[in-house]
């Protein structure tokens, strides 16, 4: 176990971890590309007087005997996990029904981190949709169907019970382009991007594809003792096509409806009941959204279980450490936010990506 002490630390921007968990191709070089301006951004989750070196996606990690080593997702397996009180199983219970929150200080946040170092296979456990759709029916989230699918006929025997699209997402990897939206309608190219992601990642989730009004994300962590750990939620910005913009911190929780903040809530504390059973420890988020039907908008409080690092947990890093809520972005501001917008990274090229966090405006 890293020492919680350390003043030195590897940051691993393992980006592609759950490829690799789903023995998936490695990322295409232009996402690579686009995730590139996040593995400077792990700085703020390290103390001010802790010097820091990043570690490539891909390549070799190794770390010295005096360096902490925090992953963006869970690196290795150990044959059983050793726990922080001495004991080794494979899971433990959640010892908390309400979750507490996050130490105000960067040092008590980077022990915490430290304290509880993820494996592999815990992480592969929990990623597993198949989790959510358990947690769906514990939680009676009306949501679906949704249904497991291995090979294109089984993909084209689900299309057949209905004429609205649905979207094939990968058992492991909440990424947005690891999913393909096909229906009885689609075309040779759709159907051409499903079989190729049922190749490169073998089992897939099917469900509804809705019109999404909001996203909303929640970052936490689980420790080995039962203990949890929650930032407030945060609201995950997309463009109108869907396309991931960032995460925005708010100054409070007034900008969620109440009885969706509830049912968030208690999302977030079955989703560490779940990692906690597999014996996951370690950093996580869940992603939830709303979403348009005739009779109005509804609220999904759980579609994702992400066991580990997540662009949530870096934007309310960002935020605490500048000491404002505002919006962490990947996507260049416009020049109503330039003024008050601060370069968090710098692109290597004039095409390339950089990143961005944009205060919010003082009330």
């Known amino acids: 176990m890293t020492t919680v002490n350390a003043r030195r630390a590897v940051l691993v921007a393992n980006f592609d971890c759950e490829r690799t968990w789903g023995g998936g191709a490695p990322l295409p070089a232009r996402v690579a590309r686009r995730l590139a301006p996040l593995a400077p951004l792990m700085r703020a989750l390290v103390p001010a007087d802790v010097s820091w070196r990043l570690a490539g996606m891909g390549a070799p990690v190794e770390a010295e005997a005096d360096e902490a080593l925090l992953a963006w997702g869970a690196l290795?397996?150990?044959?059983?996990?050793?726990?922080?009180?001495?004991?080794?199983?494979?899971?433990?219970?959640?010892?908390?029904?309400?979750?507490?929150?996050?130490?105000?200080?960067?040092?008590?946040?980077?022990?915490?981190?430290?304290?509880?170092t993820?494996?592999?296979?815990?992480?592969?456990?929990?990623?597993?949709?198949?989790?959510?759709?358990?947690?769906?029916?514990?939680?009676?989230?009306a949501f679906g169907p949704m249904h497991h699918v291995d090979t294109m006929g089984e993909l084209q025997a689900v299309l057949?019970?209905?004429?609205?699209?649905?979207?094939?997402?990968?058992?492991?990897?909440?990424?947005?382009?690891?999913?393909?939206?096909?229906?009885?309608?689609?075309?040779?190219?759709?159907?051409?991007?499903?079989?190729g992601l049922l190749r490169d990642h073998?089992?897939?989730?099917?469900?509804?594809?809705?019109?999404?009004?909001?996203?909303?994300?929640?970052?936490?962590?689980?420790?080995s003792r039962g203990e949890l750990h929650a930032f407030a939620p945060h609201e995950i910005v997309t463009s109108s096509d869907g396309t991931f913009i960032g995460a925005r911190v708010h100054a409070d929780d007034a900008w969620l409806p109440a009885p969706w903040r509830a049912q968030l809530a208690a999302a977030f504390v079955a989703a560490a009941q779940t990692l906690a059973h597999v014996g996951y420890r370690?950093?996580?988020?869940?992603?939830?959204?709303?979403?348009?039907?005739?009779?109005?908008?509804?609220?999904?409080?759980?579609?994702?279980?992400?066991?580990?690092?997540?662009?949530?947990?870096?934007?309310?890093?960002?935020?605490?450490?500048?000491?404002?809520?505002?919006?962490?972005?990947?996507?260049?501001?416009?020049?109503?936010?330039?003024?008050?917008?601060?370069?968090?990274?710098?692109?290597?090229?004039?095409?390339?990506?950089?990143?961005?966090?944009v205060p919010a405006p003082a009330a």
């Open 282 to 357: 370690g950093p996580f988020g869940i992603d939830a959204f709303a979403y348009q039907t005739a009779a109005g908008e509804v609220f999904r409080p759980l579609c994702e279980i992400n066991p580990r690092l997540t662009f949530g947990w870096l934007a309310q890093a960002w935020a605490r450490r500048l000491g404002s809520p505002g919006l962490l972005t990947l996507r260049r501001p416009s020049p109503a936010q330039g003024p008050t917008a601060l370069a968090l990274t710098t692109p290597v090229a004039a095409s390339s990506p950089a990143a961005w966090f």
């Open 202 to 223: 073998g089992r897939a989730i099917v469900e509804p594809w809705v019109t999404r009004t909001r996203d909303v994300g929640q970052a936490g962590l689980l420790t």
């Open 76 to 116: 290795g397996d150990a044959p059983e996990q050793e726990l922080d009180d001495g004991v080794t199983r494979a899971s433990f219970p959640l010892a908390v029904s309400t979750p507490n929150a996050m130490p105000t200080s960067d040092e008590a946040l980077w022990a915490l981190l430290l304290a509880a």
């Open 118 to 141: 993820p494996h592999r296979a815990a992480a592969i456990a929990g990623s597993d949709r198949r989790e959510v759709a358990s947690l769906h029916d514990a939680l009676g989230i």
């Open 160 to 195: 057949a019970t209905s004429a609205a699209p649905f979207v094939l997402k990968p058992s492991l990897t909440a990424a947005g382009r690891d999913r393909v939206v096909v229906a009885q309608s689609s075309d040779f190219r759709t159907f051409d991007i499903a079989r």
